[in-house]
Each structure stands twice: as C-alpha cells, then as structure tokens.
C-alpha cells in the first residue's frame, strides 16, 4: 500500500474544457462554487434568524468583490510591491495570476463594514460570525483550485502521498499542502457550524470571527514550514510573509474570543440574577 502511494504523478490541465476565446478552469469553477455553497448557507441562516434572505444576493456582491479586490492588492503589495508599483497596470491582469489569502480576508472585512453601514438588524460582527462559516468552505474549495493549478505546494517530501508536480517540471515529490489546507479548513467549517448550531446563533459577538482568525491562521503559520517561498525576497527569512500576515489575525482572534467570553459570562450572570 505504502509503494502504491509513493510518487504520485500529478500533471492535471488547470483547463476543463475551452469554447473559442472562452475557458473555464477548475480554479475558477471551485471558486465558484465556493460562494454559491456559501451563499446558499447564508441564506438559511438569514432566513431562521427572521432576517430578509434577499439581502445575502446584495452581501454576496460585496464578499465577492471585497475577495477579489484584497486578494489582488494583497499579492501585490505583500509579496510583490516594486513590480506592480511600477507599472500599475499590471495590477489589473489578474489572470496571469496572483491572489493573497490575507488580503481577501481584509478585503472581506472592509466590504463588510461597507455592507453594514445602513442595515438595520445586521450589525458588523453579527454578520462577520454568520460569514465565517461559509468562508472557510470557500478557503476549502480554493485550495483545491489550487491543487489543480499545481501551485503553492511545499518541500520535498519522503511520505507516502508526496505528490510530484510535473506540470511545474518537478521529479522529486512535494508536500501536497493545498490538500492539507483543504482538509484543514474543511475541519474549520464543520467546528464554526457546530459551535453556532449549539447556542441556536446566540454567541456573543465576535466570537466566531475570533475562532476562525485563531484557527485559520494559527494553522497557516503552521503549514508555511512545509512550502516553498512564493517570492525571492522570502529565501532566508526566519518568517515568511504568509506567517509575518498570520501573527497579527492569531492575535485579534485571541482578542475576540476573550471579548466574547468576557461578554458572554456577563450575560449569564444577569440571567441567574
């Protein structure tokens, strides 16, 4: 079994099928389907907390842009600064390529401030913690796009499911590290589900937004010691740009979740007195 494992050759097209100047890739189709998932989920949330499901189709709109948006700028000012700041334009080329998972989640977060400026009944960190939960099925569905694009996997690998890239010209295998992503946030999801499940989405405040930044990115810095560097400038960095972003959301999630836990023993106190 273990032989049966080792080498796995991977050279899937990234391209599903192509019509004319028309292509649709695996990528773009998971990511898709994360949000139609995730839009999906939010709507019954909406609708057993006596919230207007139409107004997910609108938050849907600004989670999306608010993804791609901070995800772009986030490549290219994180990772990438002087070549996009130099010609500005290339920003814009978003299919050659180029997303940052910290700046989506920034970019989700300034669009939900946007979303809930005048709406009533939907304040910010009521929404965010509904959010999160279908956000980490998206971060899910992502990785394996990925996957499928043979991108941001890791170092060589002994193990048995080492995975060799071949499409990327590799002969040695490499940690699969979108799949351990995946699966990790797939993990994520089911927890952020059963925690909002069990109080009947009477958490306090903030604390399943406090959960998933704790979670998501506390295992990020985890797994950015098994991947390559995604830029030159990161070769003998003690951290890298991926867990230099991740310290920061692991401690406003610590921050949240005291908060929320602060809040929460209050609220039980006046309901015994």
């Known amino acids: 079994m273990m032989a049966f494992l080792n080498f796995i050759h991977w050279n899937i097209d990234p391209e599903i099928f192509s019509l004319g100047p028309l292509s649709i890739r695996w990528y773009g189709l998971l990511f898709a389907l994360g949000f139609f998932i995730g839009q999906y989920i939010m709507t019954k949330i909406y609708k057993n907390e006596g919230r207007k499901p139409e107004d997910v189709d609108t938050l849907t709109i600004y989670v999306v842009i608010g993804t791609v ?9 994180f990772y990438q600064p002087e070549y996009y700041l130099a010609d500005p334009i290339r920003i814009l080329k978003v ?8 700046g989506g989640a920034i970019g989700i977060l300034l669009a939900l401030y946007y979303y809930t400026k005048n709406r ?11 959010l999160v ?6 971060g899910s569905f992502i990785r394996l ?10 170092h060589e690998t002994n193990l048995p499911w080492g995975f060799i890239f071949e499409r990327n010209g590799e002969t040695l295998p490499m940690h699969p590290t979108q799949i351990y992503e995946s699966l990790a946030y797939l993990s994520i999801f089911f927890i952020l589900k059963t925690m909002y499940n069990k109080t009947q989405g009477q958490t306090p405040h903030g604390k399943l937004l406090g959960w998933f930044l704790i979670l998501v990115f506390g295992f990020r810095f985890a797994i950015e010691f098994l991947k390559n560097d995604q830029v030159a400038f990161e070769a003998g960095m003690l951290l890298n740009m991926g867990q230099i972003l991740s310290i920061p959301a692991v401690l406003g999630g610590i921050f949240l979740v005291y908060r929320a836990s602060k809040k929460g023993l209050v609220q039980e106190e006046e309901l015994v007195k």
């Open 120 to 130: 009533a009944g939907q304040s910010y960190l009521w929404v965010v913690d509904r």
């Open 69 to 77: 948006v901070g995800a772009r700028l986030g490549h290219c000012l």
């Open 133 to 138: 939960i279908p956000v980490a099925l998206a």
């Open 95 to 102: 299919w050659e390529g180029g997303l940052a998972s910290h």
């Open 145 to 154: 796009g990925n996957l499928m694009n043979s991108e941001i996997y890791g």
